[in-house]
């Protein structure tokens, strides 16, 4: 059973930064597709980045957020940087076999962590 743990958000002023991290366990970490996605209140649930063996990101977050992964820690970090009060969202983290997979609808996600920017 794959589980995915997100921790790291919190209350932040713009242009300060988090990041946040997603412990994961249950599969074979180094070979999944491991991203973020977030969702603000009242809108759909967007891609903000993903890391497979190279990594991309959302154009509303590129040059600011930047998605790694430890494999030794089965653990992917989503560092945040000059934050906008339109990054306020839960942001979740998510993890498929396949590139593909991840891009249609990744098979497996977190719980989810709030991040509230101030303006």
């Known amino acids: 059973q794959v589980q995915l743990v997100e921790s790291g958000g919190g209350l932040v002023q713009a242009g300060g930064s988090l990041r946040l991290s997603c412990a994961a366990s249950g599969h074979t970490f180094r070979s999944y597709t491991m991203g973020w996605f977030r969702q603000a209140p009242g809108k759909e649930r967007e891609f903000v980045a993903r890391i497979g063996f190279t990594t991309y990101y959302a154009d509303s977050v590129k040059g600011r957020f930047t998605i790694s992964r430890d494999n030794a820690k089965n653990t992917v970090y989503l560092q945040m940087n000059n934050l906008k009060p339109e990054d306020t969202a839960a942001y979740y983290c998510?993890?498929?076999?396949?590139?593909?997979?991840?891009?249609?609808?990744?098979?497996?996600w977190g719980q989810g962590t709030q991040v509230t920017v101030s303006s």
């Open positions: 998510a993890a498929d076999p396949s590139i593909t997979g991840f891009t249609s609808s990744p098979d497996y």
